[in-house]
């Protein structure tokens, strides 16, 4: 069974820039798509963006509004997200998930805290 671990997430201001990264233990990490998720304190949690097992293909989710990038490395079982422009509505705590089947996420991460400030 796969483990994931996040890590990354902090105060920033505005405008500013983050990199989450998520690590895989204990399984065959090429084998899943990876996927970032976010809830807001309130708000129902939100797909923010995924890439396939090989990384040939990526999605986002609306609020990404071409400011997030995923990646991933198999060679080390990782898969990150760049998030630029932060705004405001970005503050969250961010989930790595994976999952073997299409549209599906059967495996979820601790989650990181990512607070936006004025």
């Known amino acids: 069974q796969v483990q994931l671990v996040e890590s990354g997430g902090g105060l920033v201001q505005a405008g500013g820039s983050l990199r989450l990264s998520c690590a895989a233990s204990?399984?065959?990490?090429?084998?899943?798509?990876m996927g970032w998720f976010r809830q807001a304190p309130g708000k129902e949690r939100e797909f923010v963006a995924s890439?396939?097992?090989?990384?040939?293909?990526?999605y986002y989710g609306n609020v990404v509004e071409g400011r997030f990038t995923i990646y991933r490395d198999n060679a080390k079982n990782t898969v990150a997200l760049q998030l630029n422009s932060l705004k405001l509505d970005d503050t969250a705590v961010y989930y790595c998930a994976g999952g073997l089947l299409p549209g599906r996420f059967e495996l979820w991460g601790q989650g990181t805290q990512v607070t936006v400030s004025s």
């Open positions: 890439i396939s097992n090989d990384g040939g293909r990526e």
């Open positions: 204990g399984g065959t990490f090429s084998s899943y798509t």
